[in-house]
């Protein structure tokens, strides 16, 4: 069975300063690999995934993650944060077959003040 | 994309009674998923709501507590029964789709049992 870890509860980070948030998985088998992003107040929403070919993966926003098979690991990253970045950020792995049944990690939260 | 719909937000429920959550999406989908996120846990899937047929429950969730329905394409409930403290939490819907697509998720909603 797949699992998830994320080990940091609570990143505190200035603004303008980089920031990574760890995610290590555990599977059996090839995985497909989320990361998802939940504001104040709002749902969640698809940051980015990993599905095969280049194991770097970006989002609009400047968030990058690269999937490390030998790691297990898909840490999310980005050079430069800003206020709005403040959210909870949680890291998925595919169960079964498909995307759609997800186990999630704990989630970490980004704190970015001034 | 789509859009989609918890009632209620929250909710502050005595032990031993029931609550239904309502999922409803702003276009037809092929797949509903029922989440749960404890208080400082991961999010685990509660079942898959099946369109026309019963629900596919994850182990370790029942049928009895978590009734669960889904009348059309748009549209899904899930019931919390017989109430504990333990049941505190947030529900979130989360949609599909199509084959090979990202998981949709709702704002969720906040359960606490007293």
């Known amino acids: 069975a797949q699992s998830v870890t994320q080990l940091d509860s609570q990143v505190p980070v200035f603004e303008e300063a980089p920031v990574e948030l760890r995610c290590n998985y555990s599977?059996?088998?090839?995985?497909?690999l989320f990361w998802y992003v939940q504001y104040p107040n709002q749902g969640l929403q698809l940051l980015l995934k990993y599905l095969s070919g280049s194991t770097l993966v970006e989002s609009i926003n400047g968030f990058e993650a690269e999937f490390n098979k030998s790691q297990t690991s898909f840490h999310l990253r980005k050079p430069s944060v800003h206020i709005s970045d403040t959210a909870e950020y949680f890291c998925?792995?595919?169960?079964?077959?498909?995307?759609?049944?997800?186990?999630f990690g704990t989630g970490t939260r980004l704190l970015v003040s001034p | 994309s789509a859009v989609i719909s918890q009632k209620p937000s929250r909710d502050i429920c005595q032990r031993g009674t029931s609550l239904t959550i309502q999922c409803q999406v702003d276009s037809q989908v092929t797949m509903m998923f029922w989440y749960r996120q404890q208080p400082g846990q991961s999010l685990t899937l509660i079942a898959t709501?099946?369109?026309?047929?019963?629900?596919?429950?994850e182990s370790g969730f029942v049928i009895d507590k978590f009734p669960i329905s889904r009348p059309n394409l748009t549209f899904s409930t899930l019931t919390v029964s017989n109430m504990s403290p333990e049941d505190s939490s947030i529900y979130l819907c989360?949609?599909?789709?199509?084959?090979?697509?990202?998981?949709?998720f709702g704002q969720g909603t906040r359960l606490t049992v007293v």
């Open positions: 998925a792995v595919s169960k079964g077959t498909g995307f759609q049944k997800l186990v």
């Open positions: 599977s059996s088998v090839s995985v497909y």
């Open positions: 989360s949609v599909e789709m199509g084959q090979n697509t990202e998981a949709f």
């Open positions: 709501a099946n369109q026309g047929s019963e629900a596919t429950y």
